[in-house]
């Protein structure tokens, strides 16, 4: 059915950058908000950055300056270049796809299954 599918996570030292993508099948992806959230050991899950179908983006403080977030409707997929990565990046990085569905508003939500991201000193 839906599918919400990351890639590109690892393990990379401190300084260095990652891509991580989303990719989407049984949806109609465009018309979603999509977010990149992250939770690591201990800690709340967080909203790390989020585009929506109009492209406006949105990020949180302590990335806004590194991170940037990007979709390509063509291929359903979304986007996050990790540039300048710090230990405090290291997390579980979470795709989200969000919509309030015309015309019954009915909010619908998916969740991919997470990515490992690892930044050593």
């Known amino acids: 059915q839906v599918q919400l599918v990351e890639s590109g996570g690892g393990l990379v030292q401190a300084g260095g950058s990652l891509r991580l993508s989303c990719a989407a099948s049984?949806?109609?992806?465009?018309?979603?908000?999509v977010g990149w959230y992250r939770q690591a050991p201990g800690k709340q899950r967080e909203l790390v950055a989020a585009?929506?179908?109009?492209?406006?983006?949105t990020y949180a403080d302590s990335v806004k300056t590194r991170f940037t977030i990007s979709r390509d409707n063509a291929k359903d997929t979304v986007d996050l270049q990790m540039n300048s990565l710090k230990p405090e990046d290291t997390a579980v990085y979470y795709c989200n796809a969000d919509r309030l569905e015309t015309p019954w508003n009915r909010r619908v939500t998916y969740w991919g299954q997470g990515t490992q991201v690892t930044v050593s000193p």
């Open positions: 585009i929506t179908s109009g492209g406006t983006t």
């Open positions: 049984g949806i109609t992806f465009r018309l979603y908000t």
